[in-house]
């Protein structure tokens, strides 16, 4: 079996647009639809045709072109059973722990609720690829909407359980100012600062700055790493739960500037 053909592109302002293409068969999923021209142009460049959408979460940056790519290619979209009567042009309704074929596939399910109440995630173990949108970002996560600081710990960490050799698809590109509060928290992290060069030459020159795996992340991404001394230190939380620490992460991270 070949391997997929995944492409990413930049949408709107600083989505992440993402296709899924297997060769072999034709499929194609779109993770999200956040614009369905710039999906639609993407897909004509390389003469693909849509046949799924897989659907994370019911924020209008990522399920505003559902419908007008159903209509235009007659795709299946998949998504959140918890939000389900918020994903527009929804037919298969998926949840944690669930898992489907696709192209001859397996891909899982992750409930990741923080973000939003039912965000998901889906993984395609085969591919070594996580596609997470806005519960995990390179060097963040996401801001606390609709769930508790709890289970967005808990949604943000059960990744750690993923091989480090696994490609993570963020859902935007945030990873610059990202990087600067991640230096704030640990800045002695070697692996750290040199991710966050590589990071500000990338944006110079107006590149993406993701996919990246989960390995690299556990080394630099503050929200990852709650058993840092240095983090522990820096918040003055040398004896908290790591469920403390990342909420204190996440509230100065909602707060910096």
């Known amino acids: ?24 068969s034709g499929a194609t999923a779109a993770i999200d639809a956040p614009d369905a021209d710039a999906i639609e142009r993407e897909l004509k ?49 998926v949840a944690g722990g669930d898992s489907f074929k696709w192209a001859g596939r397996e891909v899982k399910v992750y409930d990741c609720p923080g973000h939003t ?6 993984s395609i173990p085969s ?23 709890e289970e967005m710990y808990n949604s943000v960490n059960q990744f750690k359980t993923l091989s480090p050799s696994t490609y993570l698809y963020c859902g935007h590109e ?22 966050a060069a590589e990071v500000t030459s990338l944006r110079k020159e107006d590149k993406m700055t993701c996919p990246t795996t989960l390995g690299d992340e556990m080394k630099t991404n503050p ?8 983090i522990r230190r820096n918040l003055s939380l040398a004896e908290a739960s790591e469920a403390e620490v990342f909420a204190e992460l996440r509230r100065r991270k909602d707060n910096f500037k």
Not at 52 to 69: Q, R, S
């Open 1 to 24: 079996m070949s391997h997929l053909d995944v492409h990413q592109f930049i949408c709107r302002s600083d989505n992440y647009g993402v296709l899924v293409h297997d060769h072999q």
């Open 45 to 93: 460049k390389r003469g693909w045709q849509l046949t799924h959408i897989f659907t994370t979460h019911h924020h209008p940056d990522h399920v505003e072109g559902n419908l007008e790519l159903k209509e235009k290619y007659g795709c299946t979209i998949i998504g959140p059973r918890n939000e389900a009567e918020k994903i527009p042009g929804i037919k298969t309704q």
């Open 117 to 122: 109440r039912g965000h998901i995630a889906y």
């Open 127 to 149: 591919e070594y690829c996580l596609f997470a949108a806005d519960t995990l970002f390179s060097l963040g996560c996401g801001r606390v909407f609709e769930g508790t600081l």
């Open 174 to 195: 945030y990873t610059e100012s990202n990087a600067r509060f991640a230096l704030s928290v640990e800045p002695g992290n070697r692996a750290l600062q040199q991710r």
């Open 223 to 230: 929200f990852l790493r709650c058993d840092s001394a240095e």
